[in-house]
């Protein structure tokens, strides 16, 4: 049923312009999209470096496949709910970046090894990890597995004290493949400075790099040191012992990431542009000097700074939310209103809880809509 | 295909106990679900009024026809798409709390006056209200509108000065059947004083009053002048005029609501209990003090205060966001620490658009599972 009302909705708006839509919504120029897309694949390429871009971001399997078109090495996610949509959605090469804990998700996650082409999981706990091992030699399976190392944010991870002597352990269980180490310094992604950015993820990233090195000069066949965000895409490539980047927000870009600045353009972050919009109507107009549009918390998640009005681009406006259903839309001009149905477009604040928000994205090329792609990893948090 | 996947999972956790859950989940406590709903119905119904529960909160039909079997004269919505939910999940008093835009959302509202029984828009807007007019004209439809008036939130709403002359136009537009006024004034709901939200909502709602009785004086036949909040409820009954409440959170209650002072008990809001509360384990436990839970911003909404740990009720236990993904539960033992797959239970810090991130409630009873509901409403912004 929900396929069908999909492509029924598909033929009745494509060719439509973006701003005839009905609201709120998301909007994906595919343009950008693939410019971005194409942006990072040649920038770690250019260091040396795979891509392995998280799916955390987008939740949308057509994105993945478009990232691993472009040479990405694999796809990330951070639950293995994700996982399971990504591979239903023909994705084949999948990095769960966070633990999946056993025996509460074991039945699930038996299933998806069998189903998945190259699952690689991460490992913080030694119980854990025989808990692994245990449920691949009853069931006959084995499975590819990371250190996942902790650079400083004390979230998940042993710490690099403690990991040549873990990953040891590690090599002993039957069943568990050990393909390498994960750190991701998640603190300093959205550090606004980007020499105090450089300097903080150098320091906590080299501890991870020590650790890569010792083990293979243990003689460990590793071929796998992933970390990085889009934070610094441009600063952990410049770990010789790094293999891959998990980046996830270059693909679209919110005001968060706008805000920062890169190694190239240090005033702002602007190498990726916005490839996610929001469109958003006035519904109420009986006020001077702003208006209240039908985006509000819950529709554009309340996180990570302002979001960034770019449609229309006549007059200055600014955002702010305006309780769960609404947001409130100022003018510069305080004797200024519009009416009701008149149209926003928004770079919103903080993209992938957003994006978990909705169910689908409307592709543009030109501002004119040319598909429609499900949100399939939406809401998938177990 | 979805139908089937739920029914196979429900057979799956029939009687299960809850704390054996994949996580995070949401539960919903039966037992407290239903004493919250009678305890609502009872207090509006001992002060004479009527109750017209919001679904903002649960976001579920089931919830909705049990708050309509337990007496309450119909369900608010604050989007169309809400509605649309409803009347497919069975439910047919209908009110949509806030301006649906002409011409934009027109087809989809002309379809949904003509399958739903009884639906009430609100109008803030004189052109809209005659985009409204045309269309029932053109299709031979009659629905039933409300006055919706500004009780100082500038949000939406005509002001108490021009609402007279504004209804006396509703009059004379063919296919509006004008049945009262709405007014919400919810700037006023989550004031921790119980006398200061008192005076302050009572200031607000009386200008709203006034109105009300001079349209009646005029000759009007209204029956309907709506409005408060769970925040008000036992405040707002004292308006003479007032014939129905709007309350939602009451349903569930959350740790924002629970901060809060009313009438019978002014130190805490507690005449209704916690019905719904979240299921997180323990992902991390590789340091002291601390550990990491699976429930982070993408699953609890980071927003209304502080969630409050219920499980296990043996120490002292706080939470706080780690990122999208995760959370952070830190113990008052600074040595403590407790293994991955270790179960916390939290009532959540602002229940609407927690509610929205998650595709069904695990109903329990004594703890055990006794239902499965399909959170129907998710999702629904436009």
Known sequence: VRRAEMSAEKNQILGKDKYGLDTPCLLIDIDVLHKNIRAMQESVRGKGK?????????????IAQKQLDAGAVGICTAKLSEAE????????RILITGPVVLPLKEERLAALIQRCGELILVLDNLEQARLLSTLCEEQGLSVHVLLDIDPGLRRTGVSAEEAPDFARKIMDLAGLNLR??????????????????RQRSMEYMHSAEEVFRKLVDEGMELDIFTGAGTGTFDIDTDLEGLTDLQVGSYVFMDAEYRAIGSALEKEAFTLFEPALTMLAAVVSSNQSGFVTVDAGLKSMYRHGGTPIIIYPRDALYSYDWFGDEYGKISFAEKSKSIPPGSMFELVVSHCDPTVNLFDRFYVT???????MWNIDLRGKSS
Chains 1, 2 share one sequence.
Do not use: F, M, W
């Open 85 to 92: 949509a990504l591979v239903k959605g023909g994705i084949e």
């Open 180 to 197: 390498g180490i994960q750190a991701y310094a998640g603190q300093v992604q959205h550090i606004a400075s980007y020499e105090e950015r």
């Open 365 to 371: 090329k030109d501002d004119r809509v040319v598909d």
């Open 50 to 62: 795979n891509l392995r871009p998280h799916a955390k971001t987008h939740k949308c399997s057509v």
